[in-house]
């Protein structure tokens, strides 16, 4: 399924009457000025109510707001002078409904995983995603979007790597920008989150993730110093955890020196649900979110205190609504008022989800050219994944309520219910019966591996489902497909080679059997229409051109922390016993071995041979590089032919990496469709952030003069050409 660029969607406009005018006589003015200029007709209580968001669905119902759609978060706004109330949804997938509690019954269009959509490494289709949901949030009536996760893959147990977009600041920085940008298209506000090193679930709302400055600077930092560049998101939420030993939500060289002073940045900085510790208001951060009626608020009661007391002053106040205020004013938040219940063509939305799902699934492995599936195959086997209900998704803040509702939902014993399975209404079982009317394909559920291989002699072709849930709130254990599922695959696989295996997972698996099996998909969390998905590229509708946006270690040996830090100390704990903790247990810190040096770069660094590389992906046609020219001085700028020398049209990912202080990086990269036989010259001009060190001292990028090395390929370990570049010193200013 092929889409056009970011579709324009409809915006809907309404106002209060009371606010109509003023916001007549304003909409021509800059946003600095009528924040400035509203600031000054607000009471001190007024100002209060804006930088204190409340969770809509637990105040008292005679103080639950009115005429209003509940979310995430609701934040009061001030009718009297046309200032909206900030009505808030998670958000990164899709508008969520966590558990279907919030809103009963209501559903919304399911993206694929953030794993899938990074694996498209196309920032035009993820715009045209972050536009369709961002139109079904102002059509349900939310002006502001919990989205924009940014985080770093660093640790691969990691509970949200489903969220994120990959392990490189390129390229998750380019793709978070372009879905923000995608989302504020339709006048409300997104986020980018979580600001910043929130890379584990594990102690997330105590640890401290300790790294220096420089290597900071130079991965997670630069990865939303890209996003903010691109998106210009209307916040930023802050994280949970601590860095370096303060609080991220209260750390003042986060908040106020790199991202005001250093970056420039204008919007507002918003706390992540419960992440406030103090009244941290004068170290940057703008407005406490998702507080409950009965907390004592540390942005309510707390900094009246401060302010009564002067610790906090009116101008900490003032500076901290009007960055709410511009925003608003910014975004066309205050000038189009959302409002509930404007019709959604989901079915023109499933059509956006499943391009995205065709474009992130990765191919890693196509023995003797196993897929596409034969039309001589006329006996298939399915088996396993629940692929005869539907598609899995991860759990926790982000998880949507799909269209048509799920297929599926697995409480899971022990666990909250916001951290069920839930599976999308799109069964792969019957998107292949459609998808091949002349074959006879039967299903086993996969619970017994002995029967399975039994029914896999019969087969003539089998195709495996392997799934791996994952979850805000809690980390994997280790790299494995739980369940048995290497058991089941390795047996069946032993009965006819002529197995694929569609991988379902959050993140990387070790896969045993990889040497069995003739074919492996990695198909991610597919969404809405991921059955369809995958069935069109098992098939060869759809000519496979997903790309690893992280690396598969082969083992967890290999990865930078191999034991998963605080799992064994707070292993059993519930959230209230780790509250307890002394704060040097409490407090435990995460280090990192890899430093800047985050996924592909601590394999290159390490010499390591991961199981499957980052950038890797495989294709049913065949692509040949040639003709590099390389220019260097004060930038780097890279040109080179591709060609498409197989039989079928083919998208190829030219990847362009440059050899940085003995360890390559990625500095460009090009997504190119071609037909059999045609070329094309492309160019890649590097940001000279990726070729430099940050100077701490200094407070700026430098890159070093020298000859660099260049590499362009297919894969960071499928280099195709290679050159030299001669760089001239270089300085910049962040």
Not at 343 to 351: F, R, V
């Amino acid at each position: 399924m092929k889409l056009r660029r970011a579709t324009t969607f409809a915006v809907m406009t309404s106002a209060l009457a009371l606010a109509a005018a003023a916001r007549a006589q304003g909409q021509n003015a800059a946003p600095d000025a009528r924040a400035a200029q509203t600031l000054k007709q607000m009471t001190l209580d007024e100002r209060f109510d804006l930088i204190r968001g409340y969770m809509p669905f637990q105040l008292p119902e005679a103080e639950k707001p009115k005429g209003v759609i509940f979310g995430a978060g609701y934040v009061k706004g001030v009718p009297r002078l046309g200032v909206p109330a900030l009505i808030e949804s998670d958000a990164s997938l899709g508008v969520a409904n966590m558990d279907n509690v919030m809103r009963h019954g209501d559903v919304a269009t399911a993206l694929p995983s953030g794993a899938a959509m990074a694996s498209t490494w196309d920032p035009q289709l993820i715009e045209q995603a972050g536009a369709m949901i961002g139109s079904e949030a102002r059509a349900k009536g939310f002006n502001v979007m919990l989205a924009g996760g940014v985080n770093l893959v660093r640790e691969p147990r990691n509970g949200r790597n489903f969220e994120y977009l990959g392990e490189d600041p390129l390229l998750a920085g380019t793709l978070a920008g372009h879905a923000i940008r995608g989302v504020q298209s339709n006048r409300i506000i997104s986020t980018i989150k979580h600001f910043v090193l929130n890379a584990q679930e594990t102690g997330r709302t105590t640890l401290t993730a300790s790294i220096p400055e420089q290597a900071l600077r130079e991965s997670d930092l630069l990865a939303f110093e890209i996003g903010i560049e691109i998106g210009q998101p209307g916040s930023v939420m802050c994280a949970y955890n601590q860095v370096n030993g303060v609080y991220a939500c209260e750390n003042s060289f986060l908040l106020t020196d790199v991202l005001r002073r250093d970056w420039g940045y204008k919007g507002f900085v918003m706390s992540d649900w419960g992440a406030v510790h103090s009244p941290s208001i004068r170290a940057g951060l703008d407005q406490e979110s998702g507080t409950q009626h009965s907390d004592t608020p540390y942005f309510g009661a707390l900094l009246r205190q401060e302010l009564a007391a002067g610790r906090v002053t009116d101008a900490d106040i003032d500076r901290a609504v009007l960055r709410i205020l511009r925003t608003m004013y910014a975004s066309g938040v205050a000038d189009d008022p959302v409002k509930m219940g404007r019709p959604i063509d989901y079915d023109a939305h499933g059509k956006v989800a499943q391009a995205v799902a065709e474009a992130g699934i990765v191919l890693l492995k196509n023995e003797g050219g196993l897929l596409p599936i034969a039309g001589s195959a006329k006996r298939i086997l399915v088996v396993g994944g629940h692929a005869d209900a539907g598609v899995p998704s991860g759990g926790g803040s982000s998880q949507v309520t799909p269209v048509g509702g799920p297929a599926l939902a697995l409480n899971i014993p022990g666990e909250p219910a916001w951290q069920r399975r839930v599976y999308a209404p799109s069964p792969p079982l019957t998107a292949l019966r459609a998808a091949l009317p002349q074959a006879t394909v039967r299903f086993d559920d996969g619970t017994d591996p002995q029967r399975a291989a039994a029914a896999a002699r019969d087969a003539d072709l089998v195709v495996v489902f392997g799934e791996q849930f994952t979850t805000e709130d809690k980390d994997v254990p280790d790299l494995s497909l739980p369940d048995n599922q290497n058991a089941l695959i390795a047996a069946v696989a032993t009965a006819n080679p002529k197995t694929v295996v569609v991988l379902e997972t959050g993140g990387p698996v070790t896969m045993p059997w990889l040497d069995q099996v003739g074919a492996v998909l990695e198909a991610w969390y597919s969404g809405q229409r991921g059955g369809e998905a995958i069935a069109r590229v098992l098939t060869g509708q759809v000519n496979p051109s997903g790309r690893l946006p992280i690396t598969f270690p082969a083992s967890l040996a290999q990865t930078p922390n191999p034991k998963l830090p605080g799992a064994d100390l707070l292993a059993g704990k519930s959230d209230e016993e780790i509250a307890a903790l002394p704060d040097a247990q409490k407090h435990f810190p995460v280090t990192y071995p890899e430093g800047a040096d985050v996924g592909y770069r601590w394999y290159d660094r390490t010499k390591a041979r991961p199981l499957f590389a980052f950038g890797h992906g495989l294709s049913y046609t065949r692509f040949a590089y040639k003709s590099l020219a390389v220019t260097g001085g004060k930038g780097l700028r890279v040109s080179f032919q591709v060609a498409n020398v197989g039989q079928r049209l083919g998208v190829e990912v030219a990847q362009v990496y440059a050899r940085v202080n003995g360890v390559k990086r990625l500095v460009g990269w090009r997504r190119i469709e071609l037909r059999p036989g045609e070329a094309r010259q492309v160019s890649v001009a590097a940001d000279p952030r990726l070729l430099a060190a940050f100077d701490v001292a200094g407070r700026r990028w430098r890159v070093a003069p020298g000859l660099y090395e260049i590499e362009v390929g297919s894969a960071f370990d499928q280099p195709q050409l290679t050159g030299k570049a001669q760089l001239a010193t270089l300085s910049i200013k962040p």
